[in-house]
T-cell receptor, first 114, second 111 residues
Framework: AQSVAQPEDQVNVAEGNPLTVKCTYSVSGNPYLFWYVQYPNRGLQFLLKYITGDNLVKGSYGFEAEFNKSQTSFHLKKPSALVSDSALYFCAVRDPYGNNRLAFGKGNQVVVIP | DGGITQSPKYLFRKEGQNVTLSCEQNLNHDAMYWYRQDPGQGLRLIYYSQIVNDFQKGDIAEGYSVSREKKESFPLTVTSAQKNPTAFYLC??????????FGSGTRLTVV
């Protein structure tokens, strides 16, 4: 089955420092990868996706992600974190064998410290 | 603006009562999904529907039921058989590029 792993439960970073949220994937075939962000008591918001093309994908709110096929990773990055980036971040991969459902990781809580 | 609307935002259920959560979309998406989210946990799939008049069980379907009579609507009923229904419920629909659009959620509490 297609799956993603988000190895860290929580990521703490000082405001202004680079932010990285890790995601590794396991798929058969070409991966379709996504990042979503969730603020408290809200639905998930789309940040960015990789389907094909450049390995560096730019998304909303200054976030980007790098697709690395050899390491099967799709880490989310932001050069300079803001306090408002504190939220729950989910990585997801399309499962073509599961009716194209998205398989979500368990989520990473990001805490940006002022 | 196109999007997904979930209602109500907050819902209180008495023991032994069935309640229905509404999910409506105007994105013209075929596939729709219901997820449950518990504190500190990820998303767990309850039911999904790929087309009108068709739906499949997800990973935690017991105690829940759905219908898909219209493309725009995918209501979720939490039945009295669901023994621990207190959670945050999220509805989503899927675009042709496989990305999901989520509603803003319904927080269900048993009183």
């Amino acid at each position: 089955a297609q799956s993603v792993a988000q190895p860290e439960d929580q990521v703490n970073v000082a405001e202004g420092n680079p932010l990285t949220v890790k995601c590794t994937y396991s798929v058969s075939g070409n991966p379709y990868l996504f990042w979503y962000v969730q603020y408290p008591n809200r639905g998930l918001q789309f940040l960015l996706k990789y389907i094909t093309g450049d390995n560096l994908v730019k998304g909303s709110y200054g976030f980007e992600a790098e697709f690395n096929k050899s390491q099967t990773s799709f880490h989310l990055k932001k050069p300079s974190a803001l306090v408002s980036d504190s939220a729950l971040y989910f990585c997801a991969v399309r499962d073509p064998y599961g009716n194209n459902r998205l398989a979500f990781g368990k989520g990473n809580q990001v805490v940006v410290i002022p | 603006d196109g999007g997904i609307t979930q209602s109500p935002k907050y819902l209180f259920r008495k023991e032994g009562q069935n309640v229905t959560l509404s999910c409506e979309q105007n994105l013209n998406h075929d596939a729709m999904y219901w997820y449950r989210q518990d504190p500190g946990q990820g998303l767990r799939l309850i039911y999904y529907s790929q087309i009108v008049n068709d739906f499949q069980k997800g990973d935690i379907a017991e105690g829940y039921s759905v219908s898909r009579e219209k493309k725009e609507s995918f209501p979720l009923t939490v039945t009295s058989a669901q023994k621990n229904p207190t959670a945050f419920y999220l509805c989503a629909s899927r675009a042709n590029n496989y990305g999901y659009t989520f509603g803003s959620g319904t927080r269900l509490t048993v009183v």
